[in-house]
């Protein structure tokens, strides 16, 4: 008896949990979500893309309904592991001059992606983007290393209460209390390990120098109030990414896409030739 196997692209697609919606024929656009979240965070932005644009959603491995057996603590040691999961989803889609949209860490993962191979990326709208979490003389980021220490150490002993703790702080919108128990509840369904692995990358990361290697036309969306990357940091993207284009959003705190979903959307078009 002969099993047939299935395609390679076929696993690349079941295991990010890959969702294609919109114009088959129309120029792709890819959202891609931050850490401890899923591409649900997507669902008041990305439908609105349908009507012109190939939209494509999917879950970083690890998060959402994504194949939690292929989570490699060596693969996904850096940000580089979760690139070359996306590299593999736009070529098993056969997509090129994709629109890249990734909020928070993804958007480093997208940008490690796009100075790989630009061949495939046509735009990248990075919103909250942030290179490193760790300020020191050169960069103005958010943190001491005693911060991240802390964060990582309060993680580690009791991930639950951490993100009944930091979800509303990272989504900010206090008189929305929806929305921090919406990312609460996000935070809360990633697997602890996993989440407490990723923490650590993301966290520990710094993507600076790879900001200069970006030849994609790129935009920088900046909400007020940011408490995660605020808006010193997204000028520093800015201003290292050449021919890049700043745009400081009404929006506050660290998600859009849940707070001020018309916004995003507005912006993006208004980038878009």
Wanted: with cysteine.
């Amino acid at each position: 008896m002969t099993i047939t196997q299935p395609p390679p692209s076929a696993s690349v697609l079941r295991r990010n949990n890959v969702a294609l919606s919109g114009v088959a024929t129309a120029r792709p656009i890819v959202f891609a979500h931050g850490f401890g979240c899923s591409q649900e965070m997507w669902s008041t932005v990305a439908p609105r893309f349908e009507s012109d644009h190939r939209v494509v959603l999917f879950d970083a491995v690890g998060a959402g309904a994504s194949d939690l057996s292929a989570y490699d603590p060596a693969k996904y040691d850096s940000l580089h592991g979760y690139a070359d999961d996306l590299l593999e989803i736009l070529e098993a889609l056969g997509l090129e001059d994709v629109v890249f949209v990734g909020h928070s860490v993804a958007a480093m993962v997208g940008l490690l992606a796009a100075v790989r191979d630009p061949s495939r990326f046509g735009a990248l709208v990075l919103v909250g983007p942030s290179p490193r979490y760790v300020k020191d003389d050169e960069y103005p980021g958010p943190f001491e290393q005693a911060d991240i220490d802390g964060l990582l150490d309060a993680l580690d002993a009791n991930y639950l209460g951490w993100s009944e703790t930091m979800a509303p702080v990272i989504m900010g919108n206090f008189d929305r209390p929806e929305l921090g128990e919406k990312l609460t509840a996000s935070f809360c369904s990633v697997d602890p390990e996993i989440a407490r692995h990723f923490a650590r990358v993301t966290f520990l990361s710094d993507n600076r120098r790879d900001l200069e290697g970006v030849r994609t036309p790129t935009l920088v969306l900046q909400c007020s109030e940011d408490a995660i990357a605020p808006t010193p940091v997204g000028r520093y993207v800015h201003e290292h990414i050449a021919g890049s284009r700043f745009v400081q959003l009404a929006a506050t705190g660290h998600c859009p896409n849940l707070s001020a979903p018309d916004e995003l959307v507005e912006q993006i078009r208004a980038f878009l030739p």
